[in-house]
């Protein structure tokens, strides 16, 4: 069975950086593209950043210069970095896995974890 905890949420003034990290159970690793989504009080899930198998990157645009996703697969982990942080990057922050791009890239994503709060003060 897939699990994914994410680590590092909180309170941040605007301007401000953190860090989150996403540890992974139960699956391939290194075969899995990863992702991490947020949802903001009364706004759609949007997909933030994922990192693919291989490598690949996407940003969403309102992110991209200020986060940055990396993996590390000897350690299961996936990590976002979050720099320059704003008040409208406030959500909570999930991360996701699957095989499939056309997947995440949808927000179909096969596997969830529960989420960490990020709040951004202005």
């Known amino acids: 069975q897939v699990q994914l905890v994410e680590f590092g949420g909180g309170l941040v003034q605007a301007g401000g950086s953190l860090r989150l990290s996403c540890a992974a159970s139960g699956l391939a690793f290194d075969k899995y593209t990863m992702a991490w989504y947020r949802q903001a009080p009364g706004k759609e899930r949007e997909l933030v950043a994922s990192?693919?198998?291989?490598?690949?990157?996407y940003y969403a645009g309102s992110v991209k210069g200020r986060f940055t996703i990396s993996r590390d697969n000897a350690k299961n982990t996936v990590f976002l970095q979050m720099n320059s942080l704003k008040p409208e990057d406030t959500a909570v922050y999930y991360c996701?896995?699957?095989?499939?791009?056309?997947?995440?890239?949808?927000?179909?994503?096969?596997?969830w974890g529960h989420g960490t709060q990020v709040t951004v003060s202005s």
């Open positions: 996701a896995a699957d095989l499939s791009w056309p997947s995440v890239r949808d927000g179909n994503t096969g596997s």
């Open positions: 990192i693919s198998s291989a490598g690949g990157l």
